[in-house]
Nanobody, 117 residues
Framework: QVQLVESGGGLVQPGGSLRLTCEAS????????MHWYRQAPGKEREFVAA???????SYADSVKGRLTISRDNAPNAVYLAMDDLRPEDTAVYYC???????????WGRGTQVTVSS
């Protein structure tokens, strides 16, 4: 089973930027979509963004135009560029890979993003 490790979280002021990275322990076939989710305190985990084959991307309405998902050409990493961050973006951000060639679905352990002045 692939292991996923997120990094890049931290404390940032409103309007600031961060870039999250999710590194996989093995190369992930392009046919296996990779997603970012987030979970704020007291709330359920929610979908943030996804990237699939042919660079297909999808975003939650709340982050469109501010967050950008991308993926390595040697696909063992997925990134989330976060601009114009808002306090409501504060959450633990998790990486997820869909089941497919090479193994089952897998979650990372998350990285904390805090947006506060």
């Amino acid at each position: 089973q692939v292991q996923l490790v997120e990094s890049g979280g931290g404390l940032v002021q409103p309007g600031g930027s961060l870039r999250l990275t999710c590194e996989a322990s093995i190369s992930i076939p392009i046919s296996r979509p990779m997603h970012w989710y987030r979970q704020a305190p007291g709330k359920e985990r929610e979908f943030v963004a996804a990237i699939g084959s042919a660079h297909y991307t999808s975003y939650a309405d709340s982050v469109k135009g501010r967050l950008t998902i991308s993926r390595d050409n040697a696909p063992n990493a997925v990134y989330l560029a976060m601009d114009d961050l808002r306090p409501e973006d504060t959450a633990v951000y998790y990486c997820w890979v869909a089941p497919g060639t090479g193994g089952p679905a897998s979650w990372g352990r998350g990285t904390q993003v805090t947006v506060s002045s």
